[in-house]
């Protein structure tokens, strides 16, 4: 799922192509924006685009008129940015969710099932964005905010706390875990027990390691570190020295050797969001995986025994768990 680095590099697309052009056509096909477009028939269209930004996981467009549109990709959507007169654009594809065309580019939406338009402050008009925490990827990073957000809810654990989108925005599964391993930190430590060094860390580390996959396509990572990772065959699950499998420190590295220590990263289901279901008045708890190193990280579960990956080929679901892929963590 894409996380704040992933979703700005979309703005940074979508901003480059469309910023100061003029909107041609303007289509959604999903049910609160094409209800609003049929009431403001042509609103969007010989407008300009003014600017296109991210905020956390969610993306906004700002256009002429005090005109906005919004999206999030939840699991699977795709901004695509093509020629207006593109095979595309041309052949319109089911899986297709919004579309915004100019003289120059096309913007393509696919599969996002989060594509809304409006008037006025999108900030006012969507309920999402009004309660997000300061961006990630903010320069400077808001880290007061960040501090007084995480202390809202002492009794939590901070790994639970680091994927509440209202604390600070953009953090999805493997920032998390890449985070708590860089700031040596059990993921299950409540937040009010947190040190001063300890909240000063994360207060660095959460806009040092967002910046760092910002710049390196989600990388958490030094080369040098991917390079050491390619280079040796033990360090990785792939046969093969693919990028994709030397990015991180442990976020699905389970089994394999901590790149610091000579423990093992190990992975646990954590309990990170739980609420009482209005209908059913039952308790539902959500849980995703954290992956940490027992060693590095005082951990206050006790971990399940290392399965060293040598060369024996883990099955799939140890590092690319389906589970760790379905759900958002969107409120
Ligand atoms: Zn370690």
């Known amino acids: ?18 910023a100061g052009h003029t909107i041609r056509t303007f289509e959604a096909r999903t049910t609160a924006a094409r209800e609003w477009l049929a009431e403001h028939e042509g609103a969007f269209e010989g407008k300009r685009v003014e600017r296109v930004w991210a905020h956390g996981k969610h993306l906004v467009g700002q256009v002429e008129g005090d005109l906005f549109f919004h999206s999030h990709y939840l699991m699977w959507g795709r901004w695509h940015v093509v020629a207006p007169d593109a095979e595309e654009v041309v052949t319109k594809d089911r899986r297709e969710r919004a579309r915004i065309v100019t003289d120059d580019a096309a913007a393509l939406l696919y599969s996002a099932p989060k594509f809304d338009v409006g008037q006025g402050d ?9 309660r997000l925490g300061p961006d990630v990827l903010d320069e400077p990073f808001d880290a007061d905010a960040f501090l007084g957000r995480l202390d809202q809810e002492p009794d939590r654990t901070v790994g639970a706390a680091l994927l509440d989108q209202t604390v600070a925005a953009g953090i999805g599964n493997y920032l998390r875990a890449e985070i708590l391993y860089a700031c040596r930190m059990d993921p299950w430590r409540l937040v009010g027990e947190l040190d001063g060094a300890e909240r000063g860390c994360l207060a660095e580390t959460v806009p040092r390691l967002s910046q760092m996959a910002y710049a390196q396509s989600g990388r958490t990572v030094p080369e040098a570190v991917q390079a050491k990772m390619a280079a040796d065959r033990d360090l990785r699950y792939s046969p093969h020295a693919h990028a994709w499998n030397t990015r ?8 394999l050797p901590c790149l610091t220590c000579d423990d093992y990263v190990r992975q646990e289901h954590q309990l990170t969001r739980e609420w009482v279901d209005d209908e059913s008045g039952e308790t539902v708890e959500k849980k995703r995986i954290i ?14 025994p290392a399965r060293p990956h040598k060369d024996r080929r883990p099955p799939d679901s140890e590092w690319a768990s389906p589970d760790d892929e379905r759900d958002p963590e969107d409120r």
């Open 1 to 18: 799922m894409p996380e704040g680095p992933e979703v700005q590099r979309s703005a940074d697309l979508l901003d480059d192509a469309l």
């Open 122 to 130: 999108p900030y006012a008009g969507i309920p999402a964005l009004s």
């Open 248 to 255: 991180h420190w442990v976020f699905r590295r389970t089994n």
């Open 291 to 304: 992956y940490f190193c027992p060693t590095c990280q005082p951990v206050s579960v006790e971990p399940k």
